[in-house]
């Protein structure tokens, strides 16, 4: 079974919108164990949507069409999809009722081109929509005496993902016959590059390579303020074999990578401090300035941070380290300024620990500290600690490597002090 | 002369980059007057390059390639393109010399495997590299009759938007004769929804496509953190006359618009209010916890922001409300609390003008106000004002909307209370 994307719209040409919808699709396809070997993007046009899917549909086995579903008159996928199958359009009045019940739940009218998202080829299924008022389509086909299909969801991607798992990737599963089940995980590291994460990896991918080991590969991926990714894809008969293989990769990968490791699949780096100060019954506070309130909005962002984020001083004049955060006067791009600031903060804002940045994002150096030069600071009950970071980048990326940097600084320092 | 991106990537189609390449291209190409009907995402695999840049070279003029040109063996675009040109690749020496120096000029040894970025398919031209190892390529070739071109450059955007820029487009542009001149301007607004902004330019949009208008076009495009935007592209003969469509439709908008408009182009709310502050010689400080450091973390990134920025308090519980800033006890989601955040950050850290938020982002209500509430205040030496704002959205988009309202409200009171 081997699918293939048609993503619509003249706007994602152009350049206007960035097509995330197909890497979304490409994502949920390789967890279903689903083939797609080509994703094509073309524009409001009828003539190229309709040779766009001839194309995809000779060399695949289904297409899922993505855009152009809406209201408006250059909204066509139907109308190609009609041409491709060679039926008609259709109305259907009972989606055009439900459309219609959709605006007056909302307080308003139904504009009359609305009708148009009720028109469904000839021998097509409609998928009941949910979040919008497009329905989804799925519309057989033969190919030179060959079954094939092909989907229509709207390009809005809180549509789309709805309509992809609700029905059509179980659809395809079904399709495919595909009887194996593939999963991934993902570790989180941060504290290694990725070429060295990967050197000390290498070891363990020759021996998945070898006849007779687990189905299951591995993958690096360096996402910035997310950490460096070490994905394990494993395939197997049931899911608990694909568990049991995932566990067993994971413990191999934890032996090697230790505590270079922060988090699995969604766990960032500000959710499992969040866990380790919440478990300690520990609150905390932040002071930087590099970063400008970039940490803490990360920590904000943490569902319950509440219970025990206290909130932060950014101190981006040196008075406001002086005055605010007690730091005396003198440098403030120093290990002792840091450890001051860490101390000030967690007592103004009386936080358990405090955690505090000062450094360098550039362009120009300062104090004569070259740009990328980060300290960081912990303040709790046992007294501070500091580090130096150098982080490489411009402005942009230096903020956002020292964010991270600093907030697995204090994780390691939460680990290390547990009772 | 239509142009057709094909993006060369395996990790692209299983979704774990987004292809923002092609967008990057289809915006530049439209910029420079140039028809772009398809764009093709294929997998690293030889059989399906080839037959991707096939069926673009039957129907475009000319074909990008990005990716696929490193040094391992799974980067093969250089024996595609000659095996679709019918001919053989040959390593030149003076390439991998000048790579090998590129690798000696950082303090490394070139690996022999990087030896295969100077594999050149016979009869094409080489276009050098500046920013990485891999040099481009243009390679002419012949299809039914016709003289096409494929182009070749590496998917690491840094490096494809130099070869595009210096070589590639400037290439295209010849080879299509387009004299014009084709330019773009951005109106970035705030206050209005996309649709409101639509419905009061719908006149101008009229106006523009009658016989003898201006050669100018004008687009939507709600981006989020950084306002909804207003696009005019003008073509014209040459740089002058472009300029003065495109000043001519800037002052038709901004005569609809009025103050709505906040900036042209590159310039963000932050960059705005930064020369506003700057201009009038205040300093700014922020007391933010709904945002969580998020208003401050914009305001930082603004080139030579330490010349009017203080810095900010996060509040995020409520008690650093009354300990730091001076709120009085009682309910802190309210225009009272605002009013006093903002008296109180701008008193504590030395600033001029004080900028507050306190609002709710849910999931759930908070003192009886509902998500999606959120209370600004704006301190100065004249007083407090303080404004009510309901921001839709989920946890993120809400903090998003609240932090563009609110540095516009400042944005509008610093214009309406200038000497």
Known sequence: MRVEVVAIGTELLLGQITDTNSSWMGEHFAMAGIDSHFQVKVGDNQERMVSALRIALNRSDAVVCCGGLGPTQDDITREAIAEVMGVELVRRPEIVDRIRAMFESRGRVMAENNARQADVPVGATVIDQVRGTAPGLICPLTVDGVEKVIYAVPGVPYEMTDFMERVIIPDLQRRSGEQAVIRSRTLRTWGKAESTIAEMVAPRLDALDRPGAPAATIAFLASGIE??????????????????????????????????????????????????????????????????????????????????????????????????????????????????????????LGADVGLSLTGVAGPDTQEGQPVGTVFVGVSDARGTVVAEFKVPGDRERIRQFATISAVDFLRRHLLATSA
Chains 1, 2 share one sequence.
């Open 227 to 348: 950490g460096i990714k070490v994905r394990i894809t494993a395939k197997a008969a049931t899911d608990d074999a694909v568990r049991a293989v995932l566990d067993h990769e994971e413990r191999e990968l934890r032996a090697i990578l230790g505590d270079l490791v922060f988090g699995v699949d969604d766990e960032t780096m500000e959710v499992v401090v969040g866990a380790l100060l919440a478990g300690r019954g520990l609150t905390l506070a932040v002071a930087e300035s590099v970063t400008g309130g970039l940490v803490s909005s990360r920590l904000v962002a943490v569902p319950g941070a509440s219970q025990w984020y206290r909130g932060a001083v950014v101190s981006y004049a040196s008075q406001v380290k002086f005055d605010v955060l007690g730091v005396p006067e003198g440098p403030v791009v120093t290990g002792d300024a840091a450890a001051a600031m860490a101390a000030g903060v967690a007592e103004r």
